[in-house]
């Protein structure tokens, strides 16, 4: 149980820093990924972890996207 929300901790973020956030490399918007707890960049094809409700937007946190996964998100977002 303790374990549960430990997870949903590590999830939440407020929306409104949602809306200010941007890529560090294309400056595009981010998506939030609740599941992954990720911030998305599509056109940096980069995912930025979120860990205990803070985003780690830098270029050491950040794993680079599969070819799969930016075809997912244009997909799921109608972009493609």
Same mark, same amino acid.
């Given at each position: 149980?303790?374990?549960?929300k430990k997870n949903? !901790?590590?999830t939440? +973020?407020?929306?409104s *820093? /949602?809306?200010i956030?941007?890529c ?5 918007? *981010? ?6 707890? !990720? /911030?998305i960049s599509i056109q940096?094809?980069?995912a930025?972890? +979120? !860990?205990q409700?803070?985003?780690? +937007?830098?270029n050491?946190?950040?794993?680079? /996207?599969?070819?799969?996964e +930016?075809n997912?998100?244009q ?6």
């Open positions: 149980m303790k374990q549960n949903k !901790e590590k939440r +973020i407020a929306s *820093l /949602l809306n956030l941007v560090p490399v294309t400056k595009s918007l *981010l998506i939030y990924d609740k599941k992954a707890a !990720e /911030l940096g094809k980069k930025y972890p +979120i !860990e409700s803070v985003p780690l +937007i830098s050491t946190y950040c794993r680079e /996207l599969s070819d799969s +930016i997912k998100w997909v799921s977002l109608n972009r493609k």
